[in-house]
């Protein structure tokens, strides 16, 4: 099967990787020559992702679209709806966050305050503004802890935001699930995340996450799911408070919380997206040992250096020609005997920096 990837960056590489294993040939489009998905796409299409006339070739080019990112224009995208097991509707949600807070209310799902910021006079305290549309790792973004923190001119006139409330939460997980065209819905082990500066920074799957707390995100995540009608990985962030697991976002694609997948469980988040989108039965995921995924950013190339004097530690290289801070050029994935044994092999990949 002929599968269609837009976007060529570090998911779509991992996608086409998976793909290529099953017998399947990619075509990929994205507006630079040399991203790391051309390690593995037949055909690499230059265009930019707005672009009607590269979308039209991928279409007719492909039997089946996938994408590895959000940002891409919906009207184009719209013309491939019989292609898409993803849908349009999991995407255009997805591109906006009010809408994406909007629908887990709809499902009874619970959420951190939030609505749309218009003017000062819908401010409260505290919380964080953000761009409706766009902006990911962080950017677009406006903390505000108390009135006097509050700067107008920092956000631009005639974007819409978004305010939510920030959450004192005890920490943060992510349910990665994938469905099927037949209806099943397998989740894998599910991590706990630590972000720095808005990028996630380590996911640690280690079993300790209460299983109240898994059982409540696992079926809020299958409202999501089966609302959409999505076939593929999909995945929802939560923060978790005590025994509140409160919706942050969703990504109706794999996950770079989910990289931890491809050596530590016994089918990847990137394996069962493919199986789902080609009309395939997906495979129950499987633990097969405790594991913590490092992102590797542009300032932290040394971490490959400290990683590869270690047993049992899997470097997965971006293939990116330039790195330079905060951009995602890689990810680590520790495997290990026990949590300690993770943290440990950790602690001497990153030193201080935890």
Request: charge should be neutral; include cysteine; proline fraction near 3%.
């Amino acid at each position: 099967m002929n599968i269609g990837i837009i976007g060529g960056g570090q998911l779509g590489m991992m996608m086409a990787r998976e793909a290529i294993k099953l017998g399947h040939k990619i075509i990929s489009l994205d507006p630079s020559k040399s991203c790391s998905i051309t390690k593995y796409a037949s055909i690499h299409l230059v265009y930019n992702y707005y672009d009607e006339e590269g979308i039209k070739k991928l279409i007719a080019s492909s039997d089946v679209i996938t994408y590895e990112f959000e940002n891409i224009n919906k009207e184009v995208i719209t013309s491939l709806t019989d292609k898409l097991p993803q849908k349009i509707q999991a995407l255009e949600i997805s591109q906006n966050r009010l809408k994406e807070k909007e629908l887990a209310k709809s499902l009874g799902i619970q959420t951190a305050k939030f609505k749309k910021y218009i003017d000062k006079t819908d401010l409260f305290y505290p919380s964080i503004i953000k761009s409706i549309m766009g902006g990911y790792d962080g950017k677009g973004q406006l903390l505000i802890k108390d009135k006097l923190d509050f700067k107008p001119e920092l956000l631009n006139v005639g974007t819409n935001y978004i305010i939510e409330e920030i959450i004192d939460f005890d920490y943060e997980i992510s349910v990665i699930s994938t469905r099927d065209s037949f209806g099943k819905i397998v989740y894998y082990p599910v991590p706990k995340n630590v972000h720095k500066n808005g990028i996630l920074f380590t996911s640690i799957i280690t079993k300790d996450v209460p299983l109240n707390v898994i059982d409540r995100a696992k079926a809020y995540t299958m409202k999501i799911l089966e609302s959409l009608d999505y076939i593929g990985t999909l995945a929802v962030e939560f923060f978790v408070r005590g025994t509140d697991v409160l919706f942050n976002e969703f990504a109706p694609r794999p996950h770079n919380s989910g990289h931890y997948t491809i050596e530590g469980c016994n089918v990847s988040q990137f394996k069962n997206h493919i199986l789902a989108i080609t009309s395939n039965h997906v495979i129950e995921p499987l633990l097969l040992a405790d594991s913590i995924m490092i992102n590797v950013l542009g300032q932290n190339l040394g971490y490959f250096d400290k990683a590869r004097q270690l047993s049992n530690v899997y470097i997965h290289d971006y293939y990116k020609q330039e790195a330079f801070v905060n951009r995602k050029m890689g990810h680590i994935t520790i495997i290990g005997t026990s949590k300690e044994d993770c943290i440990r092999k950790m602690d001497l990949i990153i030193g201080e920096q935890k």
